[in-house]
């Protein structure tokens, strides 16, 4: 991999970032309720630390930081509650990351200053009923009228922040019968005629996150609102989500280091046969192997982020990063729940939780079975000596 090796490196700046970051999380995310979580004094308290502009410059109102500061952050989040930390991730990262990338002056002024700010919320808007992986087969299109607009019909699924988002980055076909190149991406605003949400899905986990359906019945949204150029929405959408998919690797760490901590402080609690649990060999070993599969995903998140930072190629890495810290985040916590017994699989000691919010971590933003399709297409088309 000679030409794609940076240092990694973790200042006393990121330190501070996490600082701040787990202080906030542990003071101001309610721990006592799933359902809920994402109320608009969080929002605002969220806001106040520039968490909706982590990556951005100042110039637009955002923090300045880089990616790496970014997926601390999110972990951090994550480790208190998943379902901000996917806020706040789809927020920075596949909202407001492609206008900043491709948009006009305009719509960064329009669009992406106020999400920065905090003052708006923002969604990706790719899956539909029938459009998961396969996100060249979306039916929502758009056909354009006498005065240029775009008028719109169809429906997105399973759309994270849905239910209090305002501004949505909208994939449609504008070509249909020209496949993937037929696909562009309009910027659509929550008060337009002709939109209407579905109800907050009952999800297994990520239950704190509205995540609901989008409908669109003849909604006109104006020109202006076209971002990129025609024809360019599915290279937009994997550079989003290359970039996406660090915060999700984050969100997963963040996962596996809460069940991690938990467990901990369980089998140092926990008497069985006159002894602490975690004097038992068999419990050491669940907290070592969780110890090693964490650390070695927060590298690989922070191998990706650094590439990014140093403008290196990362999608390899961005994949790799996230089909391996999904899986941490569900090995950790299914080991949580085994150290913690039949409290672990009770609601009342919160393990469960960490297990049902992990599930998803391995399916949104690709399913890790399209992620080993890249990661294999990458390595297949040039083998290289590592170099460190």
Request: glycine residues 8%.
């Amino acid at each position: 991999m000679t030409g794609d090796i940076v240092n990694l490196t973790y200042s006393a700046k990121h330190k501070k970032i996490r600082e701040l970051a787990r202080d906030f999380a542990e003071a101001e995310i309610p721990t006592d309720r799933e359902d809920e979580i994402i109320t608009e004094s969080l929002i605002g308290k969220l806001a106040a630390l520039n968490f909706f502009g982590i990556q951005f410059p100042p110039e637009y109102g955002g923090a300045g930081l880089d990616t790496v500061s970014y997926a601390i952050c999110i972990e951090e989040l994550s480790r208190i509650s998943p379902s901000v930390g996917l806020m706040v991730s789809v927020h920075n990262s596949v909202a407001a990351y492609p206008m900043y990338a491709f948009g006009t002056d305009f719509q960064k002024r329009e669009f992406l200053v106020p999400l920065i700010a905090g003052r708006r919320i923002g969604s990706f808007c790719l899956t539909e009923p029938n459009a998961g992986s396969d996100a060249m087969n979306i039916e929502t299109y758009a056909n354009v009228d006498k005065a240029g607009n775009y008028i719109v019909n169809g429906q997105k699924a399973f759309v994270t922040n849905g239910a209090i988002a305002d501004i949505f980055l909208l994939f449609l076909k504008t070509d249909p019968d020209e496949s993937g190149k037929g696909m562009s991406v309009l910027i659509a605003e929550s008060g337009i005629e002709g939109f209407s949400r579905g109800e907050v899905e009952d999800l297994c986990g990520m239950r704190g996150n509205p995540v609901c359906s989008l409908s669109f019945t003849d909604a006109v949204i104006p020109p202006h609102c076209l971002l990129g150029r025609k024809g360019e929405g599915f290279a937009i959408a994997m550079a989003a989500l290359d970039v996406g998919r660090i915060g999700i690797a984050a969100q997963a760490v963040g996962i596996a280091q809460a069940a991690l901590e938990a467990s901990v402080k369980y089998a140092r609690e926990r008497i069985q046969f006159g002894k602490p649990l975690a004097s038992q060999q068999m419990i050491q070993s669940h907290i070592a192997e969780m110890g090693v599969d964490i650390e070695a995903a927060r590298m690989l998140v922070f191998r990706a982020a650094s590439l990014r930072d140093s403008g290196m190629p990362f999608t390899r890495y961005s994949s790799m990063a996230k089909c391996f810290a999904s899986r941490i985040a569900m090995e950790a916590t299914t080991r949580a729940i085994q150290i913690h017994g039949a409290y672990g699989y009770s609601r009342s000691y919160g393990i469960e939780r960490f297990f049902r919010d992990a599930k998803i971590t391995e399916i949104y933003e690709g399913a890790n079975e399209i992620q080993k399709i890249i990661i294999a297409r990458s390595l297949l088309e040039r083998v290289e000596s590592v170099d460190l």
